[in-house]
Every structure is written in structure tokens, then in C-alpha cells.
Nanobody, 122 residues
């Protein structure tokens, strides 16, 4: 059974960097589409970045130019490097995964991690 586990969250000050990791276990699909999302209390889940096994990468909103998503096939781990963090980046960060066929057909991620908290102070 596929499982996702995020790590790397923490408390930092404005301008600092963090790298989050999402380790995937039990993956049996031949393709993968991965996504990072952020959630803050009272707000909807916000997309941050998306990566596909084809190499396609997209960033959303303020992640553009500051965040970098990458994937290590050997360890089936997806990373989110975050630079110049700001208080608005504070939130619980979740990674999500699906086969790219599922993404194309259903437009949704199937598997989700438990999240890792990022807190950025001014």
C-alpha cells in the first residue's frame, strides 16, 4: 500500500530556507505525479508545486522563483526546497501522489501524507 511521509518542517525566520522531503513507500505505478500543498487554519488547501515523472514541473503563486521541487527516483523521495521564506509561507505542508494516468483521468491526487509544519516568523 502506498504511503507518503513528509519531513523537514520547522520554525525559521524570514529570509531563511527549508527543504521538505516526501518519502513514498509501496509505490507500484509506472508513473508518478507528485504535488505539494500548504494549508493554514481557516483557509483552503493551496497548491504549491507539482512534478510529474515526465519531468514536467509547475509552481503556483508565490512559490514561483523561490521554491524548487525535485525527485529522487532511487529513493522515491520528492523534495521541496524553499528559499527566502516569509510569514505568509507558514502552514502545514502536505505532499500528495497519484499515477499520472489517474491525474489525467480524474484530476486528483489519491495518496496524501500527514503533513509537516512550517512556521516563519518576521
Amino acid at each position: 500500500q502506498e504511503q507518503l511521509m513528509e519531513s523537514g518542517g520547522g520554525a525559521v525566520q524570514s529570509g531563511e530556507s527549508l527543504t521538505l522531503a516526501c518519502a513514498v513507500s509501496g509505490w507500484t505505478e509506472t508513473t508518478y505525479c507528485m504535488g505539494w500543498y500548504r494549508q493554514t487554519p481557516g483557509q483552503e488547501l493551496q497548491g504549491v508545486a507539482h512534478l510529474a515523472s515526465t519531468g514536467a514541473i509547475t509552481y503556483e503563486g508565490s512559490a514561483k522563483g523561490r521554491f524548487t521541487v525535485s525527485h529522487d527516483n532511487a529513493s522515491m523521495t520528492t523534495y521541496l526546497e524553499m528559499h527566502n521564506l516569509q510569514p505568509d509561507d507558514t502552514g502545514m505542508y502536505f505532499c500528495a501522489a497519484a499515477s499520472c494516468w489517474t491525474m489525467i483521468k480524474e484530476g486528483r491526487y489519491v495518496h496524501w501524507g500527514q503533513g509537516t509544519q512550517v512556521t516563519v516568523s518576521p
